[in-house]
């Protein structure tokens, strides 16, 4: 079934396809309850299903008498925009696997200002990490590498990556990376735990930090020749640099490894419907945080 079924129309190839289907606010209320509530709705506050209630800007749930809306308790949570300027952002994200920038999406969407658009991207950011959930298997390289802020003088951050090797080929398959505080056996162990297939084979540097991983989950060879995840983390410096011209906080640093890793995990997906779909079910899936915790708050995994 398509993803784009409820509008009569299969799915847009280009921009200006995708707005003139969305043209009215009550087709994006239908699609996004229908993608939300397929068996219908559900009330994100008591969990009870009510199949025969319609799409509504409000909608009343009739177990516990509590007011929702299609964006409650969702990434798009207290948004005072259209629903279509969220769907519009989201089929953009996934039309363009080199990533966007907070101006870029001003531009497309007219906003005023450039802090809604930062949170938006920045919420879609953490919409991605939520639907990139399947971890690496079976084999698996592992290692670790640093990005600098501001300026090669300051301190760097260091970051975890693990690259699947898909046999007998040896191509890069799916990717994970992490920002973590320090590069050592603790922190490697919970980053494999989180990212890692258990009974997966190991490809690990030959350095201390490697050397107890736990062994009822995983297999681990030491080796000399590690580069598919310096190859990873080496694209993401340039990635970064390039569309962000090096202008993110190391504080919100895991939000982009997320939005790199999604770009290039969902490059796997059979077509562009698969990857908007992927996104949408992030996206629907849990609140997000408030642009004053999104400024504040470090985003570590």
């Known amino acids: 079934m398509q993803v784009f079924s409820n509008t009569g129309h299969s799915f847009p190839k280009t921009l200006d396809e995708f707005k003139n ?9 239908e699609f996004l309850f229908q993608k939300r509530w397929p068996q219908g709705f559900v009330c994100p506050y008591c969990a009870w299903q009510n199949e025969e209630l319609r799409p509504a800007k409000t909608m009343i749930c009739s177990h516990c008498g509590h007011p929702t809306s299609i964006s409650t308790n969702t990434i798009m949570h207290g948004t005072k925009k259209p629903l279509s300027q969220w769907l519009i952002c989201i089929w953009w994200l996934t039309s363009s696997p080199g990533g966007k920038s907070a101006k870029d999406l001003q531009r497309l969407l007219h906003l005023s200002s450039y802090q809604t658009a930062w949170a938006w991207l920045q919420k879609l950011r953490m919409a991605m990490a939520l639907a990139d959930k ?16 501001g300026g090669e003088n300051l301190a760097k ?12 080929a ?11 505080e320090s590069v050592n ?25 490697y050397q107890n991983i ?3 989950s995983f297999i681990s060879v030491a080796s000399s020749t590690i580069y598919k995840t310096r190859e990873i983390t080496e694209s993401f410096k340039l990635w970064i640099n390039t569309i962000h011209r090096g202008g ?31 996104l949408l079910s992030g996206a629907l899936s849990k609140k997000s945080l408030s642009y004053k915790n999104l400024t504040s708050q470090p985003t570590k995994e």
């Open 157 to 168: 951050t260091p970051i975890l990556a693990a690259a699947e090797i898909i046999l007998p």
């Open 134 to 149: 399947k971890k690496c298997s079976k084999t698996v390289e592992i290692s670790s590498n640093t990005i600098s802020f």
């Open 21 to 29: 289907l969305f043209l009215e606010e009550n087709i994006s209320l």
């Open 185 to 209: 056996r603790k922190t490697v162990n919970s980053f494999l735990n989180r990212k890692v297939e258990p009974g997966s084979s190991l490809i690990v540097p030959d350095e201390v930090s």
């Open 248 to 278: 993110v906080a190391a504080k919100h640093l895991q939000l982009y490894l997320d939005e790199f890793c999604f770009h290039s995990n969902a490059a796997m997906l059979p077509d562009r419907e698969a990857i908007f779909n992927l």
């Open 170 to 180: 040896g191509i890069t398959g799916r990717i994970k990376m992490a920002s973590v």
């Open 214 to 216: 736990n062994r009822n």
